[in-house]
């Protein structure tokens, strides 16, 4: 029963890493995107990050810990990635327009504290750990299609490396398909086993709860963006 339980474990660690992955590759061709867009000495940069991101997320390596001789999985905790669709009865700009102003994610998943925007793709983050304590990182917007989709990463130096995506897909009656995808990758140590206990026991469970809490609230009231 134990080695069951153990290879149990070990798929569903891959499945994890191998969705983190496809985020980071995600992220990494959009950043490069916008710095080729760009002129100078900042879009050299951001298309060089979104490169090593893509490089990342489509081999696994990541080629600064190896230079450093480090492993990228030595003494973290398991990756988190979870996921879950909703279907919303209101229209996909309406739906958009509430989620891209991320002061009111909190009011959407549980596991938030606050969200500070700093400027047009910017912002802080501040998450719930046990014990009343908290963790925070800065994200930036990396794919924002108004009415359509909006993603998100941490930036370099965050407490915990972490990309997001919510897709708005309109249907036919007026409503909105929303999927959202979420990726954490805890880091090593005592703080990645607080990161690792954000969602609790079921990640996926709550946040399914938590957008059928938004559904239930979006609907029933008369939502100000």
């Known amino acids: 029963m134990s080695a069951n339980m153990d290879n149990s474990g070990s798929k569903e660690g891959s499945k994890s890493m191998d969705q983190g992955r496809l985020i980071s590759s995600a992220a990494g061709a959009a950043l490069m995107i916008l710095g080729l867009r760009k002129k100078g000495l900042m879009g050299l940069l951001m298309a060089g990050a979104g490169g090593y991101l893509a490089y990342r997320g489509a081999t696994g390596n990541d080629p600064v ?25 209101r229209p996909a700009d309406q739906v958009y327009g509430y989620w891209r102003q991320l002061e009111n994610l909190p009011r959407i998943m549980s596991h938030l504290e606050s969200v500070t925007v700093l400027d047009e793709r910017r912002s802080r983050w501040v998450a719930k750990a046990p014990l009343g304590t908290h963790v925070e990182w800065e994200a930036e917007i990396v794919n924002d299609k108004p009415g359509e989709r909006i993603g998100w990463h941490s930036l370099p130096g965050a407490t915990v490396d972490n990309a997001g995506s919510v897709q708005f897909e309109g249907l036919p009656n007026g409503g909105t398909r929303i999927h959202v ?35 239930q609230t979006f609907e029933g009231a008369n939502p100000v963006n």
């Open 65 to 89: 810990m190896n230079a450093a001789g480090l492993s990228g999985n030595a003494g973290a905790a398991k990756p988190i990635f979870v996921e879950h669709s909703v279907v919303i009865d």
């Open 181 to 215: 995808a979420l990726s954490y990758r805890p880091p090593a140590g005592a703080l990645g086993a607080a990161v690792a206990k954000l969602f609790g026991e079921e990640p996926s469970q709550q946040i399914a709860d938590d957008l059928q809490n938004f559904k």
